[in-house]
């Protein structure tokens, strides 16, 4: 079974490496910013509570080989700088590989969330692990869309996910 993990890969400004428990305070500011689960419901408040829950769904992807996040550290400072990866979801009952990007608030539009999926697209089809990849964007998520139709991605469908409403954006090999 394939885990579609990219550690120790890299683009022009950032290192994939695997997510540690060390990296929770890096990354607690994430869960801090109200405005990173602004469009996402049934995320726990206390950001504590929520980052915990993130990293343990994530180390918990790791062991069941279900893809994974990668932790994205700047090659210039190795500061963490968001997450991204390719995750096995399961939407309207079929199984997708997903472009999943989060990245900490002070370096918001500065282009990592762009550069982080597009090397996740490029490795995905490199390794033929999927005909076509996809992300899962709530509806009012407008930043994220960009990113995505940057991507080469289209709209494919929307539907609900995890009690959200989302649209489906894809990109076929």
């Not at 002070?106 to 982080?116: D, S, V």
Request: glycine share 4%; proline share 4%; aromatic share 14%.
């Amino acid at each position: 079974m394939l885990d579609y993990v990219m550690f120790n890969k890299e683009s022009e400004r950032l290192l994939f490496k695997k997510v540690t428990q060390s990296d929770f305070e890096s990354w607690l500011p994430f869960h801090q910013e109200p405005l990173s689960s602004q469009y996402w419901s049934g995320i726990p408040k206390d950001p504590i509570t929520a980052c915990k829950e993130q990293f343990s769904r994530m180390f918990e992807r790791y062991e069941e080989q279900s893809g994974g996040m990668n932790a994205l550290f700047s090659k210039e400072t190795n500061k963490l700088i968001g997450l991204a990866g390719l995750l096995v979801q399961h939407v309207n009952n079929k199984e997708e590989l997903e472009i999943g990007y989060s990245i900490l608030p002070e370096y918001w539009r500065q282009g990592y969330a762009f550069e982080a999926a597009k090397k996740c697209k490029e490795v995905a089809f490199e390794n033929k692990w999927a005909d076509s990849l996809i992300s899962i964007i709530q509806v009012n998520n407008i930043p994220s869309q960009k990113i995505a139709l940057k991507n080469g991605m289209y709209i494919d469908f929307s539907t609900t996910y995890k009690d959200n409403p989302v649209r489906i954006f894809r990109i076929k090999v």
